[in-house]
């Protein structure tokens, strides 16, 4: 029995976040400096979110427009995004208000 591919994928992104959410606060970050529990749940979403579109443009230019071989436009745009999601994590989601980057 085939699943539908596109509720499954959906489904494991929103799986995916909220695992990595909760490592992130047991094993990375401290949850509550900035924002409420919800609220950050909530930024870590939008992030995942805009880190997955970055992660397909990536893929996307490089194979579709430069002919990159597909296994080394992932690891470029793992990597890319893998430093996305840990900024923007590190220093606004979960940085001290008045901490700067650098």
Known sequence: ???????????SFVVAT???YFLSVRHVFE???RFGKQFEIGLVFVVSALGL??????????VAKF????LAAK???????????YAIRRYYIFGKPNERAG
């Open 75 to 85: 690891l470029e745009a793992t990597a890319v995004v893998f430093f996305w999601n």
């Open 18 to 20: 909220f695992v990595n």
């Open 31 to 33: 949850s509550g400096i």
């Open 1 to 11: 029995m085939a699943l539908p591919y596109l509720p499954v994928a959906a489904g």
């Open 67 to 70: 002919g990159v071989e597909l």
């Open 53 to 62: 579109a970055v992660n397909q443009t990536i893929l996307w230019i490089a």
